[in-house]
């Protein structure tokens, strides 16, 4: 099979390291991670089958292996706590001008602690892997509608977290 693998990584390198680093909330582990995650894809790229999956399914499939094996090896939450992540969302934010913002990520952060692990896992495909529907439904085994419901569901959740946030403020 002829594939341009220095093509896959450039369109997908953001994506997928987007989406390890939502899961493990740790800027030098999820360049790590993602680094075996396109090493493991250019081993098997001559198992990769086009009729079976596309590209992006086949390498959110290998991140979310490598993932969830991060965490069995190092006996960690799925979902980093807050504690661990707090420093590094606030990290990528300097000057005061960025408050708001640090602000916003730790309540974005903490909104996100009260889904559970598969809405989670479907945020994160959706909005930091920039999967559609269809291709979150082939890698979970989902149904697009199934996603879709997952997703509103989850979004009226977060909403009302903020709105709850807004009149204690």
């Known amino acids: 099979m002829n594939v341009d693998f220095e093509h896959i990584y450039d369109e997908y390198y953001s994506k997928i390291y987007n989406y390890v680093y939502y899961r493990l909330m740790n800027r030098e582990n999820a360049e790590?991670?993602?680094?075996?995650?396109f090493f493991?894809?250019?081993?098997?790229?001559?198992?990769?089958?086009?009729?079976?999956?596309?590209?992006?399914?086949?390498?959110?499939?290998?991140?979310?292996?490598?993932?969830?094996s991060y965490f069995r090896k190092n006996k960690k939450f799925v979902f980093a706590p807050l504690?661990?992540?707090?420093?590094?969302?606030?990290?990528?934010?300097?000057?005061l001008d960025n408050i708001i913002e640090k602000?916003?990520?730790?309540?974005?952060?903490?909104?996100?602690?009260?889904?559970?692990?598969?809405t989670r896992e479907i945020i994160a495909l959706r909005y930091w892997g920039e999967?559609?529907?269809?291709?979150?439904?082939?890698?979970?085994?989902?149904?697009?509608?199934?996603?879709s419901v997952i997703l509103s569901r989850?979004?009226?959740k977060l909403k009302k977290y903020f709105e709850k946030l807004e009149i204690l403020l």
Not at 43 to 60: C, M, P, R
């Open 32 to 37: 790590e991670l993602v680094s075996d995650v």
């Open 40 to 68: 493991s894809a250019l081993n098997n790229i001559e198992n990769f089958d086009g009729k079976h999956a596309s590209v992006s399914t086949w390498l959110f499939k290998i991140a979310a292996n490598a993932v969830n």
């Open 83 to 95: 504690e661990d992540a707090k420093s590094e969302l606030i990290e990528d934010f300097t000057g």
């Open 103 to 118: 602000e916003n990520m730790q309540n974005l952060y903490n909104s996100l602690k009260e889904l559970d692990e598969r």
């Open 131 to 147: 999967l559609t529907y269809a291709e979150i439904a082939r890698q979970t085994g989902l149904t697009e509608k199934n996603v």
């Open 154 to 156: 989850a979004l009226v």
